[in-house]
Structure formats: C-alpha cells, structure tokens
C-alpha cells in the first residue's frame, strides 16, 4: 500500500502562524522534503521536531529528485512536502512531483496554512471578489513591460511576487502602463517590520525611493480596471493621436493599452 504525500503549508514570517495539524504531519512523516534543509532545520529544531530525515527538493533537481521521492511513496512511505516559506506549488517547486504522484496512485493531500498571496490580497483594501496570481514578474523592462500590457484588460485584481531589488523598475513600468490605477505593495508580511504601502504607481515609489535601501519579501498587487467602453473606431482613435504628433506606433501601443487590446490586434484593425 502506498504512501501519502503531504503538501505542508509553514509559516511566511510569523511562527506561530503554523498550524497544529501541520505540526502533527511533520512529526509523522517519515520524510520532509524540503528546498532547503537549513532552513526548514531550522523550523523543526523550534518546534522541537528532532532526528526527523530530510532531503533537499528544489527547482535545480526536482526533476532528478521526483523519481526517489515517488520511489518511496510507492514503498509505503509517507512524506511531507515543504517550500522554506508559505505554501508548496505557489511559485515555489513541487509541480513535477504532485503530478507523478497523481499517475501513480497515490494520495496527495495538502494541509493549507500561510500564503502571502491571500495575506497581502485580505490587507491591501483591494477587490478581492475576483483576482488573478501571476507570480514573478519578468526581471527585464521590455518582457515585463509586455507581460503588464497582455494583462492590462483583465477584469480581476492582479498579485505578483517581486524581489527588492527590482520593485522600483517594476513600478516604473506598472505606471507606464496602468497610469494612475490603485497599487499596493505588501512587504514583510507577518514579520516584525510588515506594512502596506497604497496609493498609484508613482506614488509608492516615491515612497520607497526616500529610503536608503529596499528590503524584504514584497507582494505587489494591482486593482482591476474598469472595462474602456469607446465609440471612436480604432482607426480613428490611432489616426487622432497621429495628427497630434505621437509616432504610429506609440499611437497604437496606447490605444491598445487604453482598450485592453493587443498592438497586434490594433495593427490588424487599422490595416486591414
């Protein structure tokens, strides 16, 4: 008879944010798998869970790792399936190995805790009645630019991860194309120094940039627009924009983002 594998939801910041029944599962395991070992050593040794085995899971060897970790599950071992914060599979690894354990028959139970996702979502005074998770934002202006336009028609609050040192380019980019839509960045959720910066784009980051340094683990959220209902035609609207000196395609790009289009969408409108 098979194991079962656990999917172990562990404090973001805040320890005492682990549940009891997670607590119970890391205790019984026979195996945590883990992304890393210190770090989830770290947790065990304060809630005094000793001499319990472990075994590093991370992006780099998941693939390798799948098949041991199945390999053991098949042989009646139960194991727990750990990120070093928040909950498994949420921008975290362990995709690979809840899919091969599926395939194989074998049962997979999540044991739900912290989320940063819906931490920052019930704080930020955001709609939350539909919102979508896009995990990191691209590291590069051009490709995160262009993921922002894709999504600029979205009719949902929109959460993303974002690491410190790139949040001020982010919200630079968020600005140029979202204009003065609501922000909020969540950052240090749970933790001693957590906070919710509100306001537009340009306004956060004014705040963030009086600062010497940004630090932390940073949730940025974006309100969902109100859908753009226009009259003029798309070729009028971009022909409009011409004849008051933006160049075509700058013309285009705006009126996509301003409908929630596509510049290829546009283009094909106004030459077709």
Request: proline letters at 6%.
């Given at each position: ?39 989830t050593g770290k947790l065990l040794q304060h809630f005094e869970i000793i001499s319990k085995p472990m075994v590093s899971y991370h992006e780099h060897n998941e693939t ?209």
């Open positions: 008879m098979p194991g079962t594998l656990y999917l172990v939801a562990t404090p973001i910041g805040n320890l005492e944010d682990i549940t009891l029944r997670a607590l119970r599962v890391l205790r019984e395991a026979d195996l945590i798998a883990c992304e890393d070992t210190r770090q390798a790792r799948t098949n041991e970790l199945i390999a053991k599950l098949e042989g009646g071992s139960n194991i727990a399936l750990v990120s070093d914060a928040g909950t498994p599979l949420v921008s975290d690894p362990g995709y690979r190995l809840v899919t091969a354990a599926i395939g194989a028959g074998i049962p997979v139970v999540p044991i739900p805790g912290a989320s940063a996702v819906l931490s920052a979502l019930s704080g930020a005074g955001l709609p939350t009645d539909a919102f979508r998770f896009c995990g990191f934002l691209p590291p590069k202006t051009g490709q995160r630019k262009k993921v922002l336009e894709e999504l600029r028609g979205e009719d949902c609050t929109l959460v993303f991860y974002e690491a410190p040192h790139r949040i001020l380019d982010a919200l630079s980019d968020v600005s140029a194309v979202y204009n003065d839509r609501p922000v909020v960045v969540a950052r240090e959720l749970t933790k001693l120094h957590e906070e919710f910066l509100r306001g537009t784009a340009d306004e956060v980051r004014a705040q963030l940039t009086a600062r010497p340094s940004v630090k932390g683990e940073i949730t940025l959220i974006l309100a969902k627009g109100s859908p753009v209902i226009a009259d003029t035609p798309i070729e009028d609207a971009v022909r409009e924009l011409e004849q008051k000196g933006v160049p075509r395609m700058d013309a285009i790009k705006q009126v996509a983002r301003e409908r929630g289009l596509s510049k290829r969408e546009v283009y094909s409108k106004i030459t077709g």
